[in-house]
């Protein structure tokens, strides 16, 4: 079975100060995408950034970046020079390549950015 | 492009009644995903359509069904409501298997069971 945790329910960082999000997973394929979705309340869910498995190289979208370590089935996000527009709740999720279209999420991370 | 649409956003449904989400896809995306979302479980993979067929199947009983049709357009039923199928229903769609895989979601359909 195929199944993704966030260990930290809540978070909570001052604007502009660095925040990383853990997540860990474990599966037993080997090609396959992970993902950082971020809901923010009442809002839709948008995709923060996104990794293929098969890339050594970690996924940087502006402030966004990942640390992807394979053999340890970790993926986690950092979010540098966070803003008030980050609150949100932050799912980690994994899907296989060529499988059925299938997220397997984690429970989610409720990060605050305060003023 | 439009995005992922749902309709309605806002049901109020009592135990018992039957209830139709629909969902539009992107234009050009085949694949159709479904998944519940509760404060308790969080979010639980339905199922998903490709090419107007049920690809995949989530662990629900057999009162949540689906359909695709030709457009792409899909639906999901939910029969004999029960309080516990109170939650936010999310569609995503995709180019399909394998085509980068990236799911974009629509905004949801919040159903209240009474």
């Known amino acids: 079975a195929q199944t993704v945790t966030q260990s930290q329910p809540e978070m909570s960082v001052q604007e502009a100060e660095t925040v990383t999000l853990s997540c860990t997973y474990d599966?037993?394929?080997?090609?396959?995408?992970l993902f950082w979705y971020k809901q923010p309340p009442s809002r839709q869910m948008i995709l923060v950034i996104r990794q293929e498995a098969y890339k050594q190289q970690n996924a940087t979208e502006n402030r966004f970046s990942v640390n992807f370590q394979k053999a340890a089935k970790s993926f986690s996000l950092k979010i540098s020079d966070s803003q008030l527009g980050d609150t949100a709740m932050y799912f980690c999720a994994f899907i296989v390549i060529q499988g059925a279209q299938k997220l397997v999420f984690g429970q989610g991370t409720r990060l605050t950015i305060n003023p | 492009k439009a995005g992922v649409t749902q309709t309605p956003r806002y049901l109020i449904k009592t135990r018992g009644q039957q209830v139709t989400l629909s969902c539009s896809p992107i234009s050009g995306h085949r694949s159709v995903s479904w998944y519940q979302q509760t404060p308790g479980q969080g979010l639980q993979f339905l199922f998903e359509y490709f090419s107007e067929t049920q690809r995949n199947k989530g662990n629900f009983p057999g009162r949540f069904s689906g359909r695709q049709f030709s457009n792409s357009r899909s639906e999901m039923n939910v029969s004999t409501l029960e309080l516990g199928d109170s939650a936010l229903y999310l569609c995503?769609?995709?180019?399909?298997?394998?085509?980068?895989?990236?799911?974009?979601f629509g905004p949801g359909t919040r159903l209240t069971v009474l």
């Open positions: 995503a769609s995709s180019l399909g298997p394998g085509v980068g895989n990236e799911q974009f």
């Open positions: 599966t037993s394929e080997n090609n396959y995408y």
